[in-house]
């Protein structure tokens, strides 16, 4: 139930194209989804989050989708450049543990 | 603002060695996180202190894995003897912990491999 699952395991993608990244989690206590963007040799970087209160939350290409009832939510990035490629992370925890339980992972490749 | 600093970026040991990792979080940072991330995989939570305390450590193997903040600062890991599978990049992350899940920062990491 602490298992947050998330698919495809890679993905590639042509330049100023859609990536779209899906997580799906059992917990229903989860009220904070992040979205954390990892480089080789570098640790995650914060890319965007949003809480179930919200269906969905924008900023620049960056959106991320929330379906409360469905238990699932996915990352799309809009016009995918070079640059974003590199692996992605969804991540799920409750309020007052701050406690994070990781996806495994997507690593994506934008073909120029 | 500084980010997350950790050293050694790199460290190579033979297995039943023992290794020590550095982690100084965002200035004003009271939670502290250390995880373990094997390669291909999502980083998975070893321990987190809430200022020098421990909130959890569930998954943290005690019978060779300690870890400790000093004056709810900075912190260390330290694994005592490490094993083939220790080998992974180890994770330091901290946030400001208030107001129910501000963003985890993360450090560069140190990249551990156990011969």
């Known amino acids: 139930q602490q298992q947050v699952k998330q698919s495809p395991q890679s993905l590639i993608v042509q330049k100023g194209g859609i990536s779209i990244i899906n997580c799906a989690y059992e917990?229903?206590?989860?009220?904070?989804f992040p979205w954390y963007q990892q480089f080789p040799g570098k640790g995650p970087a914060l890319l965007i989050a949003?809480?179930?209160?919200?269906s969905e939350k924008k900023e620049g290409r960056f959106t991320i989708s929330f379906n409360k009832s469905a238990k699932q939510f996915s990352l799309h990035i809009m016009d995918s450049q070079p640059g974003d490629s590199a692996t992605y992370f969804c991540?799920?925890?409750?309020?007052?543990?701050?406690?994070?339980?990781f996806g495994t992972g997507t690593r994506l490749k934008v073909l120029a | 603002e500084a980010g997350v600093a950790q050293s050694p970026r790199y460290k190579i040991i033979e297995k039943r060695q023992s290794v020590a990792f550095w982690c100084n979080p965002i200035?004003?940072?009271?939670?502290l996180y250390w995880y373990q991330q094997i390669l291909g995989q999502g980083p998975k939570l070893l321990i987190q202190?809430?200022?020098?305390?421990?909130?959890?450590d569930s998954q943290l193997p005690k019978d060779r894995f300690s870890a400790e903040r000093l004056k709810g600062v900075d912190s260390t890991l330290k694994i005592q003897p490490a094993k083939l599978e220790d080998s992974a990049v180890y994770l330091c992350?901290?946030?400001?912990?208030?107001?129910?899940?501000?963003?985890?920062?993360f450090g560069p990491g140190t990249r551990l491999t156990v011969l």
């Open positions: 949003i809480r179930p209160d919200v």
């Open positions: 200035s004003g940072h009271a939670t």
């Open positions: 992350a901290s946030s400001s912990g208030t107001s129910g899940g501000l963003g985890q920062f």
């Open positions: 202190f809430q200022n020098n305390g421990v909130v959890d």
């Open positions: 917990n229903t206590a989860f009220d904070y």
């Open positions: 991540a799920a925890s409750t309020s007052g543990t701050y406690k994070y339980i």
